[in-house]
Nanobody, 127 residues
Framework: QVQLVESGGGSVQAGGSLSLSCAAS????????VGWFRHAPGKEREFVAA????????AYEDSVKGRFTISREKAKNTVYLQLNSLKPEDTAVYYC????????????????????WGQGTQVTVSS
């Protein structure tokens, strides 16, 4: 079973940066596409970013394009989400998720496309 552990959350002021990590319990993590989602109070969990199995394709939610960057380090079985130019509206619990799509280039963006989820890490941005 795939276990995912997020880390790197915290509290920052607007304009600041954070780097989130998603570490997997398996050595074959490179066989999985990985996505980041966030859940803010009063809102539904929403897609943030995704990276394909191959690592060559990425996808972002419109509000984070140009500010967030997803990447993966296969040797460490870890996917990262770099958060720059943070805004108060980025405040949420951030979750990573993983699944094994047929295509190595596919970047799943829907919650239902992911089977495995982490427990989340809190990101708080103050104005």
């Amino acid at each position: 079973q795939v276990q995912l552990v997020e880390s790197g959350g915290g509290s920052v002021q607007a304009g600041g940066s954070l780097s989130l990590s998603c570490a997997a319990s398996i050595r074959t993590f490179s066989n999985y596409a990985v996505g980041w989602f966030r859940h803010a109070p009063g809102k539904e969990r929403e897609f943030v970013a995704a990276i394909s199995r191959s690592g060559t394709n990425t996808a972002y939610e419109d509000s984070v394009k140009g500010r967030f960057t997803i990447s993966r380090e296969k040797a460490k079985n870890t996917v990262y989400l770099q958060l720059n130019s943070l805004k108060p509206e980025d405040t949420a619990v951030y979750y990573c998720a993983a699944d094994r799509p047929f295509s190595g280039l596919y970047t799943p963006t829907g919650r239902a496309e992911y089977e495995h989820w982490g427990q989340g890490t809190q990101v708080t941005v103050s104005s």
